[in-house]
């Protein structure tokens, strides 16, 4: 049996550190998109201001200020679109960057899994757990086993044996719970 720290070995993967630059590199690519989503909701929100100062003014005879109330609303029109937009494109983007971490993370972690297996193999290790302090939750804790641990087939024979058994039981279980439920 072997232990692995994994969570130390990621970190110090060089793989890793280059999957980190580019996530930081998409990190700042969002960032930016984002500021200047907020920039632009900015400047609408100062024209829509403008716009219903200028609809609010008495000096306007009724039918301007009506006008000028219209142009305000499209220019509320624009800014609301405009923050659904942000909200949709942001989550989208978040996404996307999650999605590309948890790609590149598996990438990686199959990568070492294949490389710690070899070793295992190749120095007579049947077991390699994972023994990072705090135990990473999303990282598995056996790393390799050898083929002769794997009892799934034997499992799989058991519980085909309980299917088989339970339509018999649930047969025999249905008029009795027939006579319970009638009145």
Do not use: C
Request: proline share 3%.
């Amino acid at each position: 049996i072997g232990v692995v720290d994994m969570a130390k070995v990621m970190d110090a993967y060089p793989e890793t550190q280059r999957a980190e630059a580019t996530l930081q590199t998409l990190r700042d690519d969002l960032e930016k998109e984002r500021k200047d989503l907020l920039e632009k909701r900015q400047t609408l929100r100062t024209d829509y201001e403008a716009a219903s100062k200028e609809a609010a003014n008495r000096a306007w005879s009724d039918a301007e200020r009506q006008r000028k109330e219209a142009v305000a609303e499209e220019k509320l029109e624009l800014l609301r679109g405009h923050e659904q937009n942000i909200r949709e494109t942001l989550e989208l983007r978040q996404r996307q960057v999650s999605d590309q971490m948890m790609r590149m993370r598996q990438r990686i972690l199959a990568r070492l899994q294949e490389r710690i297996g070899e070793y295992a193999r190749a120095n007579g290790f049947d077991l390699v757990l994972d023994g990072a302090e705090g135990g990473g939750a999303t990282l598995p804790a056996v790393i390799y086993r050898a083929d002769r641990f794997d009892i799934t087939e034997a499992i799989l024979k058991t519980t085909a044996m309980d299917a088989a058994e339970a339509p018999a039981e649930g047969a025999a279980k249905a008029p009795q719970q027939e006579r319970e439920d009638a009145p």
